[in-house]
């Protein structure tokens, strides 16, 4: 059974870019929640989708959004890049439905020059 | 005070001890527990998924949830350097909502 797929691995961008990351849940999982991570904060919840809807909303501005389409794959973005939003991006997936734990992917590393 | 502590570490233990890695948290409400370890520049793998207080276990781990307390504890016996790693809690209240992530304890197991 494949795993989560985060793609890609690492980049680079520089202050004021945009970007999308992209998270391939396991098969059959319905829900995915991204999380960012850094070394300061650890594990911040960003948002989470199921069924194609954000269901959770965590603290973060609003230049971070996602979405999920109709196959459960995930994207989010994040726009007018800042150095802060350095960080390893995590995607989690599982099936909604509460009996079990989440499944991480490798995450993105995201850096911001 | 952060909703959900842990012992930063770094904890050095040799190959064969016992480990007991602990959280604590502030909301009562909790009430679903994971255990996850994460090694240098990967994401965290789950060990241990729990519900409401007690124990689990699974292999050389185990899981303890005490509510009363608002504490939990993984247990991790005849440690190996394979186990040298982050470990971090993780807690929610209902499903539906959000995991809480500890800050994460970072284990040496020595050969």
């Known amino acids: 059974k494949a795993g989560v797929t985060q793609t890609p691995r690492y980049l680079i961008k520089t202050r004021g870019q945009q970007v999308t990351l992209s998270c391939s849940p396991i098969?059959?999982?319905?829900?995915v929640s991204w999380y960012q991570q850094t070394p300061g904060q650890g594990l911040q919840f960003l948002f989470e989708?199921?069924?194609?809807?954000?269901?959770n909303k965590g603290n973060f501005p609003g230049r971070f959004s996602g979405r999920q389409f109709s196959n459960s794959r995930s994207e989010m973005n994040v726009s007018t890049l800042e150095l802060g939003d350095s960080a390893l991006y995590l995607c989690?997936?599982?099936?909604?439905?509460?009996?079990?734990?989440?499944?991480f992917g490798s995450g993105t590393r995201l850096t911001v020059v | 005070q952060k909703e959900v502590e842990q012992d930063p570490g770094p904890l050095s233990v040799p190959e064969g001890a016992i480990v007991s890695l602990n959280c604590t948290y502030s909301?009562?409400?909790?009430?679903?527990f994971m255990w996850y370890r994460q090694y240098s520049r990967k994401g965290p793998e789950l060990l241990m998924y729990?519900?409401?207080?007690g124990n689990k276990e699974d292999g050389r781990f185990t899981a303890q949830v005490d509510k009363s307390s608002k504490y939990i504890s993984l247990f991790i016996r005849d440690s190996q350097p394979s186990d040298s790693a982050t470990y971090l809690c993780?807690?929610?209240?209902?499903?539906?909502?959000?995991?809480?992530f500890g800050p994460g304890t970072r284990l040496s197991a020595l050969p």
């Open positions: 993780a807690m929610r209240e209902n499903y539906g909502q959000n995991f809480v």
């Open positions: 989690a997936s599982s099936t909604g439905t509460g009996t079990e734990g989440y499944t």
């Open positions: 098969s059959g999982h319905r829900s």
């Open positions: 989708y199921f069924s194609e809807t954000q269901r």
């Open positions: 909301n009562s409400a909790f009430q679903y």
């Open positions: 729990t519900y409401s207080s």
